[in-house]
Every structure is written in C-alpha cells, then in structure tokens.
T-cell receptor, first 110, second 115 residues
Framework: TQLLEQSPQFLSIQEGENLTVYCNSS?????LQWYRQEPGEGPVLLVT?????EVKKLKRLTFQFGDARKDSSLHITAAQPGDTGLYLC??????????FGGGTRLMVKP | EAEVAQSPRYKITEKSQAVAFWCDPI?????LYWYRQILGQGPELLVQ????????DSQLPKDRFSAERLKGVDSTLKIQPAELGDSAMYLC?????????????FGPGTRLTVT
C-alpha cells in the first residue's frame, strides 16, 4: 500500500506569514497533485507536478516535486485569510489511482 | 467551465435504510471515481470505472455497497442497509482516460449522516 504523509496536520498563522506544507512517501509516483478543499465542498485541483525536481508557481503558492518523485512541498508566501482550507496532496501511480495524504488544515487569521 | 455534478448535496437517513447518490461526470471523461471522506481525513477510493466497466472496487464493502455506470456516463452509488459508520462525505471525481491527462476533478460531494 502506498502511503502519503502530510505535515503538519494543523497550522494556524497570522495573515502575512509564510508557510510550508510537506507531503512525503517511501513510494515513487508518476505524478502528484495538490488540492484545496473548503468545508462542505469537494477538493479543487491546484496543480499537477510530473517531473522530478519540478517547481510550479500559482500566484503566491509554490509547489515542488522531489527529485526522486517521492515527496512534494507547498509553500505559501504572505498568507491571506482566503487561503484557509484543507490542503491535500495525492500521488498518482501508473494505474491512474490516486492515493491521498491525510491533509493539512490551514487557518489564516486576519 | 464544465463541472462534476452530484446529488443530493446532503442526506440524512436512519440506519438500516437504503440510500443512493448520483454523479454526472464532466462530458468526455471516460473514468469515474467514487471516494469516501471521513471528517478530518483524506478521501479514500471506493470504486473506479472506465466507461461502464469496473476497474477497481477492492475497497468497496460489497456486502452493503453497490455502484453502477450502466451507459458509461452518469453513475449511482447505493448503500443498503446504511450503518452509523457510513456517515461521511461521498465524493465523485472524473478524469480523461488517455496520456498524462489523469488529473481528477471532483464534484461538491454528498454529505451523508446516518442516525
């Protein structure tokens, strides 16, 4: 069974602070996706990373895929209250099966 | 922008009753997934369809859960009889079949409460 561990599980910060969320596994994935989920809603896809070492930026969010394609990080610069939510990473294997991490619940206080 | 549709959004049922959820994937998406998400956790795959065929249902509790996608488009997930432990968010997702376009897009989910 492929497992993805996310850390931290919970994060409460003040508006304007920077933060990094980690997603780690002992397994290699063909690609990795990051989602953000708000209470009572489905996950919304933020980004897909495919190549080892790849870095993608989405406004204030920076996503990196590890060189060995086993881990990933999400860095948010100058967090805003609108960034509040559950951040999920999901690894995709060759069979197009997604394995989700347990999520990082982020709260950004004004 | 095309979206995955799910209904109902919320369902409250008593234990031992039957309940059904419906999902309409994004047009042209051949692959459809049903996930269960317990509060505070990541989604867990229940069943995956490729067109009308089941690709993986190894995590589907087949004694009480069933899923179908008869015409390869929309899908229904049924629970009979519902148990208290089935209370969760049920998510449907879809993706294109070919190449690297394996990105999954999720619907808004159905929040099930079993009393």
């Amino acid at each position: 069974t492929q497992l993805l561990e996310q850390s931290p599980q919970f994060l409460s910060i003040q508006e304007g602070e920077n933060l990094t969320v980690y997603c780690n596994s002992s397994s290699v994935f063909s690609s990795l996706q990051w989602y953000r989920q708000e209470p009572g809603e489905g996950p919304v896809l933020l980004v897909t990373v495919v190549t080892g070492g790849e870095v993608k930026k989405l406004k204030r969010l920076t996503f990196q895929f590890g060189d060995a394609r086993k881990d990933s990080s999400l860095h948010i610069t100058a967090a805003q209250p609108g960034d509040t939510g559950l951040y999920l990473c999901a690894g995709n294997n060759a069979g197009n099966m997604l394995t989700f991490g347990g999520g990082t619940r982020l709260m950004v206080k004004p | 922008e095309a979206e995955v549709a799910q209904s109902p959004r919320y369902k409250i049922t008593e234990k031992s009753q039957a309940v059904a959820f419906w999902c309409d994937p994004i047009s042209g998406h051949a692959t459809l997934y049903w996930y269960r998400q317990i509060l505070g956790q990541g989604p867990e795959l229940l069943v995956q369809f490729q067109d009308e065929s089941v690709v993986d249902d190894s995590q589907l509790p087949k004694d009480r859960f069933s899923a179908e996608r008869l015409k390869g488009v929309d899908s229904t997930l049924k629970i009979q009889p519902a148990e208290l432990g089935d209370s969760a968010m049920y998510l449907c997702a879809s993706s294109r079949h070919s190449g690297r376009e394996y990105e999954q897009y999720f619907g808004p989910g159905t929040r099930l409460t079993v009393t």
